[in-house]
């Protein structure tokens, strides 16, 4: 099975997970851009504000079509109970792409939830599979233990 995997990372949790999960299926990996400067107390505010709004981020265009794989698969850190702004935008340009998608996300507490049912909205698809991790475990190295049962899933597609 062709496997892409699209994540949006601010401070580098989402994209650990996301390597991960792209070497144990022998993925693509797309990281997703954003065009502002996210990382320090301004960009901090940009990002919560897009998320309050739901409003998409602007991003920096991305090379790898969808069409081709047979599973995308979408990742995105949550933010204020829902989907980043940056993975807001490339679903929103995407979603008519996807074959079949399934989604995981990072999170310090709360809002996989909701984020992954406005992802499902976004997408106008049913995900295959969900996991959600939580940034301390990423930063423990137990987030491990947690995809295995999300990758076994996608094996048994
Ligand atoms: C603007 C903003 C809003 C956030 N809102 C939430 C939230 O609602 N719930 C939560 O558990 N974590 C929230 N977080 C924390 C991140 O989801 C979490 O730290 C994530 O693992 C960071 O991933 P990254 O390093 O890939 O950007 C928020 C972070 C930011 C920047």
Redo the contacts with the bound molecule.
Sequence with gaps: MKTLVV???????????AETIARALSGDVEEIVAKEN?SDFSG?GL??EE?VLKKPAAIKATKKDPVGYDLTIVG???????V?SPMRAYISRKRERFTRVAFF????????ESAFEEMQELCKATPVATVE???KD?EDGSYVEKTKSFLARIGNL
């Design positions: 994540f949006y990372s601010r401070t580098g949790i989402t994209r650990k997970v996210r901090y990002s919560r998320a995105t850190p949550v933010w204020v109970q829902t980043s996300c990072t999170q310090d507490r709360s809002g996989a991790i939580l940034h990423v």
